[in-house]
């Protein structure tokens, strides 16, 4: 029997709540694992470069620096890694730009398009 390896998904989200939502709305998803999560710009890049991952999703308003700098320093690092997907309160077309040139795959508004971005990770799963 083939067994499909999961998607593992980390997480870059300081709001507690967001955070359980997500984490709870993936943990339902087949194939689909959340690995980790960081609240901070320092933490999740220390995590993301040290470990395996296929997906992050990355809040760009953190308690300690920003999800900008996260994607600009993985983008800086010049290594692959696995999809970066924002999911932001700030749905700006200038900073959807911004992070798309920063490395970002997908854009999505945490205040409206969560079910996108949930399908959007089901549809890498499969």
């Known amino acids: 029997m083939d067994v499909k390896k999961k998607l593992k998904v980390f997480l870059i989200e300081d709001a507690q709540r967001i955070r359980s939502v997500l984490i709870e709305v993936l943990q339902q998803t087949d194939n689909v694992e959340v690995i980790g999560f960081a609240e901070s710009e320092k933490e999740a890049l220390n ?12 809040d760009i308003g953190l308690r300690e620096g920003s999800g900008l700098a996260v994607l600009s320093g993985l983008k800086s690092d010049g290594r692959h890694y696995g999809s970066r997907l924002v999911f932001t309160s700030n749905p700006s077309n200038a900073l959807k730009t911004r992070t798309m040139s920063l490395g970002a795959e997908g854009f ?15 549809a890498l799963a499969h």
């Open 47 to 58: 995590q993301l470069r040290s470990i395996e991952w296929d997906v992050a999703i990355v």
């Open 108 to 122: 999505f508004d945490k205040s409206r398009e969560m079910d996108s971005l949930v399908d959007h990770i089901q």
